[in-house]
């Protein structure tokens, strides 16, 4: 089956580090995604990861996936309050045409 | 090169009514998908759209249509609305055939509300 699983809160410090964790079900999930959405908006891609890496890293962005584990997570280094959203993964199976996407992880950062 | 854009923005209407929503695709893109966000889930995926035709769907029932037009840009019609189909429409584009991802890009979404 399909399902993708988030928790639903994380609070961290400014200038601290933010992990954002993501589990997924489907073992033949091809790309794993991660979008960003502040208030009243819509999403805004993060960054990707194929399922044939373990890591990938975009700036302040580290993607880190366990695939054996079907464990997915997003660090992002130096916190800012700017960075204060819900934090959406995804998943996309090769041959489908549907992002399946997790319940968010509402990212709280204190100044 | 201009993003994804959505209309309304926000909308109000009643149960049993009939609601028509808007998306105009990124530019180069030719695959429009719709998404469902209620208040405090994740997008749900409705149907996807490529070359005018209905290209696959989500567990939605058939009161949600849709179409896409020559310029790629779409539209998601909704029957008989229902409280329950007070959400967030989301629509993304993507260019299909890419040999990256067919990474989807958002709009901003419509804010349906439905009394």
């Known amino acids: 089956g399909e399902d993708v699983e988030q928790s639903l809160f994380l609070s961290v410090r400014e200038g601290d580090s933010s992990v954002i964790n993501c589990t997924y079900t489907?073992?033949?999930?091809?790309?794993l995604y991660w979008y960003k959405q502040e208030p009243g908006a819509g999403l805004q891609l993060l960054t990707y990861i194929f399922s044939n890496m373990d890591m990938k890293q975009d700036q302040r962005l580290t993607v880190l996936l366990n695939k054996k584990d079907k464990h997915l997570s997003l660090r992002i280094a130096d916190t800012q309050t700017g960075d204060s959203a819900i934090y959406f993964c995804?998943?996309?199976?090769?041959?489908?045409?549907?992002?399946?996407f997790g319940t968010g992880t509402r990212l709280k950062v204190l100044a | 090169e201009t993003g994804v854009t959505q209309s309304p923005t926000h909308l109000i209407k009643t149960r049993g009514q009939q609601v028509t929503l808007r998306c105009s695709s990124q530019?180069?893109?030719?695959?429009v998908s719709w998404y469902q966000q209620a208040l405090g889930q994740g997008p749900q995926f409705i149907f996807q759209y490529y070359r005018e035709e209905e290209n696959g769907r989500g567990n939605f029932p058939p009161r949600f249509s849709g179409l896409q037009f020559p310029n790629y840009s779409s539209e998601l019609n909704v029957n008989a609305l229902e409280l329950d189909d007070s959400a967030l429409y989301l629509c993304?584009?993507?260019?299909?055939?890419?040999?990256?991802?067919?990474?989807?890009?958002f709009g901003p979404g419509t804010r349906l509300t439905v009394l």
């Open positions: 995804a998943e996309k199976t090769s041959g489908t045409y549907k992002y399946i």
């Open positions: 530019s180069g893109h030719n695959t």
């Open positions: 993304a584009s993507s260019q299909a055939g890419d040999s990256s991802t067919d990474t989807q890009y």
């Open positions: 489907d073992s033949s999930s091809t790309y």
